[in-house]
């Protein structure tokens, strides 16, 4: 058997946020055709995962030492996609293929930005925002979308028990016993996930309450990722007793527990999402989303990810959104089934194994393309 093909993944860091966790995901979801290594200049708890994992990671300063100690034959970094020299530069001086997974859908002229041997789009939402924008064709070979990795699997097997969440998804390949029991929907439970940070709040993410409680007021509303500007709100609004505060979760099966014990997500960023990994972890676990859109020229992936009446509501303002809410928690067999659609949906485009094996593709054609001394 030839020996397997080394790719070095790159990220700013290695701490519990999105772009580092869909980086861990390909590392850790790629075939045995290839080797990866991580590399960043600041550990983490995801260079604690990845090592616990068996990827070997490489935390110091110096970027092309560690290409010039590794040589691998593909270097995939994940950064947002405007210039950043420091970064790039080592990269282009290597000169070994580099793919982008481009996480904002930003642009890079500059001469170290043109080391990208193909730029990856979370979603859809950023390449045709890209093209009008920059009046790029985001057109193969250079330019292509490939959807951010959720492990739908370990979400379908690691939900706790419920009895109001009986239809599985079909069998397949890698399924190895027909899905559990999910969220169980006559709870009239909401739940919010996010970084504690002020630039992931909308104020739409509390005024929504009001408008929720007086057709649903039994309504408890829990938030992980809460600000002290947010927990400053519900005690001025006299709301304590309906709004809990939890702990930041640092993996799935936490997180997978958390969503277990709702029956609505509630997604609110005034800058909107440039793919959505909170939204498509929850539509993994068989929740139903409520939303909302974003104005242009801000992040609205969003709306990608949710299908209005499908497998959420995408609303416009607090009132139609504390509605929404409602509908769902007084309506357990409309959560039920847009919970449904929405686990589907995250199964056939999210699916971890799936989308690296896309990723493997993209990887095997570049070199495949070198080989034959083509450029992109």
């Known amino acids: 058997m030839s020996e397997p093909i080394r790719v070095l993944h790159i990220a700013k860091s290695l701490g519990l946020g999105g772009t580092e966790k869909v980086m861990q995901l390909f590392a850790t979801h790629l075939s045995r055709r290839w080797e990866a290594v991580v590399y960043s200049p600041r550990d983490g708890e995801r260079g604690e995962m990845l090592r616990a994992a068996g990827v070997a990671t490489h ?110 998804l079909p069998a397949g390949p890698d399924f190895a016993q027909a899905l559990p029991a999910g969220p169980d929907f006559s709870r009239p439970v ?87 990994l909170v939204i498509a972890e929850a539509m993994a676990c068989g929740l139903p989303v409520v939303t909302h859109p974003c104005p242009p020229p801000r992040d609205n992936a969003q709306v990608e990810l949710v299908d209005n009446e499908v497998t959420g509501f995408v609303a416009e303002n607090a009132e139609e959104y504390g509605l929404a809410v409602a509908r769902l928690l007084g309506d357990p067999a409309l959560a039920r089934r847009m919970g449904e659609a929405g686990r589907q949906k995250a199964a056939r485009l999210y699916r971890a194994q799936t989308v690296t094996l896309q990723l493997e593709a993209i990887y095997d054609e570049i070199l495949a393309n070198q080989a034959k001394g083509k450029t992109p």
């Open 190 to 276: 909401v739940g919010r996930v996010s970084r504690a940070d002020k630039g992931k709040w909308s104020p739409l993410a509390l005024d929504f309450l009001p408008h929720a409680l007086r057709a649903a007021p039994n309504l408890e509303y829990r938030i992980i990722g809460g600000i002290p500007e947010a927990e400053a709100w519900v005690d001025r609004n006299g709301l304590s007793g309906r709004v809990r505060f939890l702990p930041p979760v640092r993996t799935d099966a936490e997180l997978a527990a958390f969503y277990g014990g709702c029956s609505v997500l509630a997604h609110a960023n005034d800058t909107g999402e440039s793919f959505g």
């Open 59 to 168: 935390i110091q300063p110096d970027l092309f030492q560690v290409l010039q100690r590794v040589r691998p034959r593909l270097v995939h970094v994940h950064r947002a996609g405007w210039p950043e020299p420091e970064l790039m530069r080592p990269l282009r001086n290597y000169g070994a293929p580099v793919v982008e997974t481009n996480v904002f859908g930003r642009f890079d002229p500059s001469p170290s930005g043109r080391a990208v041997t193909r730029h990856l789009f979370v979603s859809h939402f950023c390449a045709r925002r890209f093209a009008a924008l920059h009046g790029v064709p985001v057109e193969p070979p250079a330019y292509g979308v490939l959807y951010n990795p959720v492990d739908t699997d370990f979400f379908a097997q690691a939900l706790p028990a419920g009895p109001d969440f009986a239809q599985a």
